[in-house]
Every structure is written in C-alpha cells, then in structure tokens.
C-alpha cells in the first residue's frame, strides 16, 4: 500500500455514525478500511482521536481564474476542499470568442484572477478545462456558464433569441456536456442573462433533460426572493431537469419555512431540488453590480464609456438610491489598482464623505478609477438567520468564496469549512458532525454527479482529510479575513498529500506533480 491512515475515527459521508477503522491506500484510491495492523505501506499516518472523512467539495465559489493562475487555493485546502465545482452564477472565463474574451476576462476582475495577460487562446469549455489539467491542486468540474453562451449567439445586449440563435445554444450547451459539463448555471441579475425570460432559460436546459444534471441559480432576485424560486422550480418542472439554488437565504420580510414549502413542495412533486449555504449572513459582490443594465448593453469594454452619459448616470444614481442596503452597511473589500488602498475596509458611506461627491458621482468616479473592478461586501444581518437553512437536510456547503490577494475580502473565503464543523457542530449543535460531513461531502457529489466522491468506501478516490474535531474553528473576521482554519492537519487528494501537519505544500516545486483531476 501507499498509505495507511492508522486509528482514526472514520466518518465516511453518509451520515452514518463513526467508527474507528485504519483506511489503505494504493494508486490513489481508498482500498482497504478495518484493522490494518498486519499491513505496512510506504507512508503511514497517526490519525488517534483524529476524524478521517472524505474531502470537502465547494459546490459555489469563484475559483475558475485562480486555479489556472495559482495552482494551489491554499487557503481552501486548509479547509479541507480537495474539489471545487467551478463556473458558478453563469459567468467565467469559457466558452468564448476572439470577439468576447477579453470582455469577459475585464468583468470577472473584481472576482475572480485572470488578467488580460493570461489567456492563451482557449475557446471552448474543453479548451479551457484541459488548461486547467496539469495546473490545478484540486480536483475541479465545471458548469456550464449561461451568460458566455448567450453572449455567443447573440451578444451582451437584451432582445428575445430567435429560433436559429436558440439551436445554436442549445447545441453548445450539448458540446458542454460533451465535454463533462456538470450542470448549467445562471446568475440571473448579472450581465447578459439578465435578459433571458423564463421560456428561453427552459429551452437552454431541454438538452440536459434525463441526464441527472441541475440547473443551478442565483435566482433573479428582483423578482422578490419567493418569485425567484418559484421560477427556478417552473425552469426544472418543464425542462425535466433538477434544481439547484446558489447561495439561499432570505432576510425579513421573508420566512425560511416559506422557502422551505417551496423546496418541499417541488421535491414531492418529483423536481429534485437542493440548494447551498456559505455560514455567514453578509454577503460579498462586486460594485459594479448595481449598476443598471444599460451600462452592459455594448460589453463590458464599453461601459465605462457609457458611465459619461447623463442618461446613464441618472439611472445609476436611481439605482444606487434604491438599492435595499444603506451605503453605511457596505464595505470596499479589494480593488485592481492602489490608487484606493486607503479605502479598502471602508464603508462606501465613508468613502463618499470623504471625496466630498453627492453618493453617485463619488461611487461612479471609484468605479471608473478602478476599471469596475471593486468588491465589496455587505452587512446583511445576523449570522443567526443563515442557521435555518444551514440545518436543512437539503442543504449543503457552497463558500461563495471571493478572493483577491491581501484584500478585505469576506471570511468565507478563508473560514467556511471551521465556522461549519466547529460553530455549527460543536458550539450551537445545529447538528451531528456526521450530518455536516454529509453535507460537504456526498450530498453534493451526488447533486453534482461526481462519481467515486464524497464518500469514504473501498474503490472511492482518496481524497481525505484527517481533522481534529475538538479543535477546527474559524479565525477570519470581517475586515481582518487573512486567517486559516485551525484543526486541518492532512488533506489528501487522489492519494497524494497536499496539507502536511497543517503545513500546505508547495506544488511550484517541480519535484511534486498535481494531483487534481479534471472531473
């Protein structure tokens, strides 16, 4: 064997409870679990008091750029994430166009990691997922982005597809799954998509109908957080298809038991439909998001153009005033260029006062210095109100994670996995640690189709994390989020090491292969 983990207490995804057993390893897969006093191997591990579980799948992050870039996500391997399902909110980095690239490469820089300089030619999804082969630590499967394919057949403007612009799409979504395409993802209130109806958003899932795969939303939140889902159920009733929800939560005026007879409802009728949950309550977004769709209309290359016209400033300003948060409870998290350093960790109120601007014309210059590239994030209330939907048994983890180096950016970037097996479980015992490891383990390898993952048995890839439970916890805070969990101590994927005694290692050294794979 290559590795025995010895004497832990394996927890192995299902749900069910503990017992202690050591797990072998042979050609980076899971081969034996029991007493393996008799067997040697190359490597062993002293795993007494610890839990050995299957590694961690993030279901809802904007990993896509920073795979390519960086390689290893540290701070998500010390969480304990050896799979990230990437392409979420129907935005990324393909399929594209030498026409649409660089548009897409500008939006997404305020979340996510490519620079201009990076690309290097890739068009389709299987173009850009085999650069990633090779690259990425963990292993990685894909979406399939709604708003890069409606910006192929039509472009980033509103309008209705016509029939032939309808087959084409339909076609592509076909070569995505072709390609290993996990789902189809949408993220109706940004750019592009935010033009697509309701029947133009089933005809896109039609090709996916039969095949187990899920349409999965950030729902069109202007609808009002019931009318939204009610969508995404009617998008899944017609086209056959599962549903999946990104990010859930609801604050007053709206009931989690609201949300949760939704979801029920669908379910019985025979509409699979799960959602994900990051354990916080505020949120985190680009600027650039409230921006009323007018800007996008020509690409993303063209709207800081179109920031100059009165028009266009009118309506930016209406929708600055009716955005539902007050500028006090938003904070600047990171931006692309230093020249607003100094604001990083400021409310967007304070940093109106300061440039002495009515609230508009200040955030409409910020935005324009930093080539629409701020983040934010946002105070949206208690972390008591996640809890609800954390606890349902259809929920599972999605960090959301937002990532930019040395940024502000939100905790759950760095404090997921900690806040969720050591708040939750251990503090405020939402519930059993069985339960959570289930819920960042097979129930999204099962939504997501991964097989071979998620769960802890003979013949599965070994991907495996050795934790102590008594102490795993969260460091990172609101405005000071530079923190790694504590507790992690091994992470294994496909049967290589990737977190040695809490220690990540350095895959830049050329010695050590990747070990992640494309799923």
Same mark, same amino acid.
């Given at each position: 064997m290559d590795w025995i983990i010895r004497n832990g207490f394996v927890i192995d995804g299902t749900g069910m409870p503990r017992h202690k057993a050591d797990v072998g390893i042979t050609d980076g897969k899971i081969t034996a679990i029991g007493d393996l006093s008799a067997t040697t191997a190359t490597q062993e591990i002293d795993a007494s008091g610890k839990i050995v579980c299957p590694g961690f799948i993030d279901v809802h992050n904007h990993s896509d750029g920073w795979l390519l870039r960086d390689g290893h996500q540290t701070y998500k391997t010390q969480q304990g994430f050896t799979t990230e399902i990437i392409m979420s909110d129907g935005i990324s980095y393909a399929p594209v166009s030498s026409e649409t690239w660089r548009d897409w490469v500008y939006y997404l820089r305020g979340l996510n990691g490519l620079r201009m300089q990076d690309y290097t030619g890739w068009e389709t999804l299987d173009d850009y997922l085999e650069v990633l082969k090779g690259r990425s630590v963990q292993n990685f499967a894909a979406q399939i982005p709604y708003a890069n394919l409606r910006t192929l057949v039509h472009d980033f403007s509103r309008g209705p597809l016509d029939d032939s612009q309808i087959i084409r799409m339909q076609q592509l979504v076909t070569e995505c799954l072709e390609a290993g395409a996990v789902a189809l993802s949408t993220g109706l209130d940004y750019i592009a998509q935010c033009h697509s109806p309701t029947n133009e958003l089933?005809?896109?899932?039609?090709?996916?109908?039969?095949?187990?795969?899920?349409?999965? *939303? @950030?729902?069109?939140?202007?609808?009002?957080? /019931?009318?939204?889902?009610?969508?995404?159920?009617?998008?899944?009733?017609?086209?056959?298809? +599962?549903? #999946?929800?990104?990010?859930?939560?609801?604050?007053?005026?709206?009931? +989690?038991?609201?949300?949760?007879?939704?979801?029920?409802?669908?379910?019985?009728?025979?509409?699979?439909?799960?959602?994900?949950?990051? +354990? %916080?309550? +505020?949120? =985190? *977004?680009?600027?650039? !998001?409230?921006?009323?769709?007018?800007?996008?209309?020509?690409?993303?290359?063209?709207?800081?153009?179109? /920031?100059?016209?009165?028009?266009?400033?009118?309506?930016?300003? #209406?929708?600055?005033?009716? %955005?539902?948060?007050?500028?006090? @409870?938003?904070?600047?998290?990171? =931006?692309?260029t230093n020249d607003h350093l100094q604001d990083w960790g400021k409310t967007l109120q304070q940093i109106v006062r300061e440039s002495g601007k009515n609230g508009s014309s200040a955030l409409i210059d910020l935005l324009l210095d930093e080539q629409l590239g701020v983040l934010c994030v946002m105070d949206e209330g208690d972390d008591k109100l996640v809890e609800p939907f954390v606890s349902h048994p259809r929920c599972m983890i999605g960090t959301d994670a937002i990532y930019q180096p040395n940024?502000?950016? #939100?905790?759950?970037?760095y404090g997921s996995a900690g806040r969720w097996l050591g708040k939750f479980v251990r503090? *405020?015992?939402?519930? =059993?640690?069985?339960?959570?490891?289930?819920?960042? *383990? =097979?129930?999204?390898?099962?939504?997501?189709?991964?097989?071979?993952?998620?769960?802890?048995?003979?013949?599965? !890839?070994a991907d495996l994390i050795v934790f102590d439970e008594h102490t795993i916890n969260d460091h990172a805070e609101f405005g000071d989020p530079i923190h790694h969990c504590s507790g992690i101590e091994h992470v294994l994927i496909n049967g290589k090491s990737v977190v040695k005694s809490g220690v990540p290692l350095d895959f830049d050294n050329p010695d050590l292969q990747v070990p992640g794979q494309r799923l």
């Amino acid at each position: 064997m290559d590795w025995i983990i010895r004497n832990g207490f394996v927890i192995d995804g299902t749900g069910m409870p503990r017992h202690k057993a050591d797990v072998g390893i042979t050609d980076g897969k899971i081969t034996a679990i029991g007493d393996l006093s008799a067997t040697t191997a190359t490597q062993e591990i002293d795993a007494s008091g610890k839990i050995v579980c299957p590694g961690f799948i993030d279901v809802h992050n904007h990993s896509d750029g920073w795979l390519l870039r960086d390689g290893h996500q540290t701070y998500k391997t010390q969480q304990g994430f050896t799979t990230e399902i990437i392409m979420s909110d129907g935005i990324s980095y393909a399929p594209v166009s030498s026409e649409t690239w660089r548009d897409w490469v500008y939006y997404l820089r305020g979340l996510n990691g490519l620079r201009m300089q990076d690309y290097t030619g890739w068009e389709t999804l299987d173009d850009y997922l085999e650069v990633l082969k090779g690259r990425s630590v963990q292993n990685f499967a894909a979406q399939i982005p709604y708003a890069n394919l409606r910006t192929l057949v039509h472009d980033f403007s509103r309008g209705p597809l016509d029939d032939s612009q309808i087959i084409r799409m339909q076609q592509l979504v076909t070569e995505c799954l072709e390609a290993g395409a996990v789902a189809l993802s949408t993220g109706l209130d940004y750019i592009a998509q935010c033009h697509s109806p309701t029947n133009e958003l089933i005809k896109a899932c039609l090709p996916m109908a039969g095949q187990n795969k899920p349409y999965v *939303t @950030h729902i069109r939140y202007k609808l009002g957080l /019931l009318n939204g889902i009610r969508e995404a159920i009617e998008i899944g009733r017609q086209a056959g298809v +599962p549903v #999946h929800i990104s990010h859930l939560k609801c604050q007053p005026p709206y009931h +989690p038991e609201q949300v949760f007879e939704l979801i029920e409802e669908a379910c019985a009728e025979g509409i699979p439909t799960t959602f994900d949950v990051y +354990p %916080y309550q +505020p949120g =985190s *977004t680009m600027l650039n !998001y409230l921006l009323p769709y007018e800007v996008w209309e020509d690409g993303p290359l063209a709207a800081t153009g179109k /920031l100059a016209l009165d028009h266009i400033r009118r309506k930016t300003e #209406h929708s600055f005033d009716s %955005y539902r948060l007050d500028l006090e @409870h938003v904070l600047m998290a990171w =931006s692309p260029t230093n020249d607003h350093l100094q604001d990083w960790g400021k409310t967007l109120q304070q940093i109106v006062r300061e440039s002495g601007k009515n609230g508009s014309s200040a955030l409409i210059d910020l935005l324009l210095d930093e080539q629409l590239g701020v983040l934010c994030v946002m105070d949206e209330g208690d972390d008591k109100l996640v809890e609800p939907f954390v606890s349902h048994p259809r929920c599972m983890i999605g960090t959301d994670a937002i990532y930019q180096p040395n940024g502000k950016v #939100h905790p759950r970037a760095y404090g997921s996995a900690g806040r969720w097996l050591g708040k939750f479980v251990r503090d *405020t015992k939402l519930f =059993s640690l069985e339960e959570a490891i289930r819920k960042m *383990t =097979s129930l999204g390898a099962d939504t997501f189709g991964l097989e071979g993952r998620g769960r802890l048995v003979e013949d599965a !890839y070994a991907d495996l994390i050795v934790f102590d439970e008594h102490t795993i916890n969260d460091h990172a805070e609101f405005g000071d989020p530079i923190h790694h969990c504590s507790g992690i101590e091994h992470v294994l994927i496909n049967g290589k090491s990737v977190v040695k005694s809490g220690v990540p290692l350095d895959f830049d050294n050329p010695d050590l292969q990747v070990p992640g794979q494309r799923l």
